[in-house]
T-cell receptor, first 114, second 115 residues
Framework: DVKVTQSSRYLVKRTGEKVFLECVQD?????MFWYRQDPGLGLRLIYFSYDVKMKEKGDIPEGYSVSREKKERFSLILESASTNQTSMYLC?????????????FGNGTRLTVT | AQKVTQAQTEISVVEKEDVTLDCVYETRDTTYYLFWYKQPPSGELVFLIRRNSFDEQNEISGRYSWNFQKSTSSFNFTITASQVVDSAVYFCALSPMDSNYQLIWGAGTKLIIKP
């Protein structure tokens, strides 16, 4: 079974802090994704990566950056956290570049910025 | 426009009732994929089914069934004889050809099964 692990389940940070959300997958998947989930808005893609050191912006990249130095790890960085970044963050991976591969999700990190 | 609409924000039924979750999509592509995912209270989204646009056969998996109709751009999900464990948020998603790796997600339907 594919395992996608997010380092924290709950996180509380202060406005202006630099925040790192970590995600690791154990199945050698090429693609990794960061989503945020807010009530009534579904899932919105922040960034995705289809290879080491490669990244592409999703729908809402502003205020975020990412890092993928190793294939199994994809980090989301909030350079200066703001209260409007309080949300549930979901990491996902998929096995290849073919469209239609199902995503495998982690349990999510609920971030609160005060 | 590429869009997925799940008009039902929340559905509440009593256990053992059948329930249908609606999904209507818009895309200009002739080739695309449709998905359903389940998000239980634990938070982890779980893949349920994928359907490509060329395959309009309905699918049944145990108590779950899916009705794909291109004529009405719908991909509805029915749970027969619902159980409390079916309580979750269900998301429908579209993968159009021109969106690279991105999925277009519906807003989700929260399903509550009462004992």
């Amino acid at each position: 079974d594919v395992k996608v692990t997010q380092s924290s389940r709950y996180l509380v940070k202060r406005t202006g802090e630099k925040v790192f959300l970590e995600c690791v997958q154990d199945m050698d998947h090429e693609n990794m994704f960061w989503y945020r989930q807010d009530p009534g808005l579904g899932l919105r893609l922040i960034y995705f990566s289809y290879d080491v050191k490669m990244k592409e912006k999703g729908d809402i990249p502003e205020g975020y950056s990412v890092s993928r130095e190793k294939k199994e790890r994809f980090s989301l960085i909030l350079e200066s956290a703001s209260t409007n970044q309080t949300s549930m963050y979901l990491c996902a991976s998929s096995p290849d570049r073919a469209r239609g591969s199902p995503l495998h999700f982690g349990n999510g990190t609920r971030l609160t910025v005060t | 426009a590429q869009k997925v609409t799940q008009a039902q924000t929340e559905i509440s039924v009593v256990e053992k009732e059948d329930v249908t979750l609606d999904c209507v999509y818009e895309t200009r592509d002739t080739t695309y994929y449709l998905f359903w995912y389940k998000q239980p209270p634990s938070g982890e989204l779980v893949f349920l089914i994928r359907r490509n646009s060329f395959d309009e056969q309905n699918e049944i998996s145990g108590r779950y069934s899916w009705n794909f109709q291109k004529s009405t751009s719908s991909f509805n999900f029915t749970i027969t004889a619902s159980q409390v464990v079916d309580s979750a948020v269900y998301f429908c998603a579209l993968s159009p050809m021109d969106s690279n790796y991105q999925l277009i997600w519906g807003a989700g339907t929260k399903l509550i099964i009462k004992p």
